[in-house]
């Protein structure tokens, strides 16, 4: 088994951790060596379900707080192993993210004593289709062991505390029309035209940006998909529009719905999907102390991330990590040296 | 083979035909009967292509006429043989248009001289795709054998003279947009919105209802597919709206396209099926004698039919046969006998 030396320098674990492939799916490697590396501390409590292994400690603190992190990439891209170039390191899972892993395990093997107990998540399949995903495996199995007061993930933020993110829902709206042979349409009502009037309500909506706990969110209403239509002769008999509502985290999912049922009324509109959105947490006071100590503007996440998953626990979470989060999944995909060692010593700073 | 009796009742005869089945791509046992019985009488000249029978006179009159009809049915629903029912008779083909065929094979046997020449056509392959259409076979393979002055093709009509058709249009508009990921839809550019513009244009446009040569037409102009989205977290970069427009037969293919260019200003366009209208004639001395003769006010067809396969040889064209079309395909499809002895009595004092 690969052996993770959690001590030494946080780049070089870096590049260990790139150079064992772990492609979703086939992560079993690498949880094996970060379970055995971890369970060399007998200041942790170590748990594994699947490819997912969490660590703990239990000094009987006020506060807890999470640290987490998926040990999955994308598929490679013939970039490994790791180059190291100046001050960056290249290659497949360096910024998306086994360099905000290295930190985390760092923290873990070092802060015997931290001033919050900690609970340090490392876990699977997070870069494939939502019900696969290793987090929210471990929400459903073990909830138990993912409760805290605040939560970060090691996702990239450009050095930045990414707070909370959107919710999202998707309905299907099914616009109605009367079926006509095309030579004779008057005496048939065309549903694509009838449609029409929810393309209406979209080209006028005006989406919310609001501000929540200090961070500007901007929502969006849009159609994803439409289709209508049987045959080139025939007036069509119904039309279906999709529509994804991205919504700011100061509203759940029901409010969110009762919004779309106003802004659409008068169609027959079904929630077909839903995910609620996450508060930051930024009113919490670890959560404040961590990013008065980071000391840049925090930013809302406007994209729906696994820290939602960690809101319906309860549990505020944020993102935070080293690297600029455009890169990843790039086949170019790199981490600068510095901003590891950065995110290393601010958590340590907040945290010891 | 089965004998047909040109000379005997047409009634009868009627009988005869629907009781020989002819399903499309099944027609010829009954074709084979109709140019054997046609072949009997001196005064016609028999032509055969394929399960199509053409069969004229040749008195060198300075005006010739087209009778044409079909032979086939669609599929046999248990409503054979024929039944006769008080004043109607039931069953499959009875309407849809053996008492037409009835009519115009009765004419050719007993009309050995009438005051115009005459071509009588009776084909196969209607009832099925238009590429298989036999009469569309007879305009590539011998156009020569469909030449005339008028042409009227015996299609049930309900007791009048339906003039031309209208012409069929189908275009494909294309409406860009830039895709984004949805949660960050301002990034992007809707094409699905942006497709409203092409539906404000359906729900804004006013059909002409021109008069052309005493009869009115309706036009039309529908939606009658729309497609766009891929992925429902995507803003969509393409969607594509079909249209079909329905036109007199005032305009031609060109005219047409022209006008929808125009109507669609600013959109992508390409039309991807055209088929012209026809005019239906009555300006001319022969179709205007028949019109009186039959007494009633001319009807606009507003369908595409095969008339306007005679159009494209520049023959004008009319329906006028026994029988309710709309009865037409139905399981319970019948033919009222005096309306098929109207139709002989009407054909035969016209072309006596």
Chains 1, 2 share one sequence.
Not at 37 to 65: K, S
Not at 174 to 187: D, F, K
Not at 253 to 282: M, N
């Amino acid at each position: 088994m690969a052996h993770l030396d959690l001590t030494g320098d946080v780049v070089a674990l870096t590049r260990t951790l790139c150079d064992i492939p772990s492609v979703s799916g086939d992560e079993k490697q690498l949880a094996d060596a970060v379970e055995s590396a971890l369970r060399e501390f007998a200041h942790l409590e170590v748990l594994r379900d699947g490819d997912a292994v969490v660590a703990r400690t239990g000094l009987g603190r006020a506060t807890r707080v999470v640290l987490a992190g998926h040990l999955d990439t994308v598929p490679i891209a013939n970039n490994l192993p790791v180059v190291e170039d100046g001050d960056l390191l290249r290659g497949r899972g360096t910024v998306d993210m086994k360099a905000g892993v290295a930190v985390m395990l760092q923290l873990a093997a070092l802060l015997t004593t931290p001033r919050y107990d900690i609970t340090y998540v490392f876990y699977d399949h997070e870069e494939v289709a939502a019900k696969l995903n290793g987090l929210g495996r471990l929400v459903r199995n073990h909830p138990a062991w993912l409760t805290g007061d605040f939560a970060i993930l090691g996702e990239p933020s450009d050095g930045t505390v990414e707070g909370g993110c959107q919710g999202t829902m998707r309905v299907k709206i099914t616009v109605p029309g009367v079926a006509a042979h095309a030579a004779r349409s008057w005496r048939g009502s065309n549903a694509i035209h009838s449609a029409g009037g929810v393309l209406d309500v979209l080209r006028a909506y005006e989406p919310r940006r609001p501000i929540v706990e200090g961070l500007q969110y901007h929502e969006g209403l849009n159609a994803v998909k439409i289709e209508g239509g049987i045959a080139g002769n025939v007036i069509p008999d119904l039309c279906t529009v999709f529509v994804n509502y991205r919504f700011a985290p100061d509203r759940d999912v029901a409010t969110a719905e009762a919004h779309l049922r106003e802004v659409f009324t008068g169609f027959a509109l079904e929630v077909t999907d839903a995910a609620p959105g996450a508060r930051p947490g930024l009113d919490q006071p670890a959560a404040k102390e961590f990013v008065e100590l980071v000391g840049r503007t925090p930013q809302a996440k406007l994209g729906w991330t696994d820290v939602a998953r960690f809101a319906t626990l309860g549990v505020p979470a944020v993102n935070y990590g080293p690297g600029d989060p455009l890169l990843a999944h790039t086949d170019g995909e790199f981490v600068p040296v510095p901003e590891i060692r950065t995110a290393l010593g601010n958590l340590t700073r907040w945290l010891i």
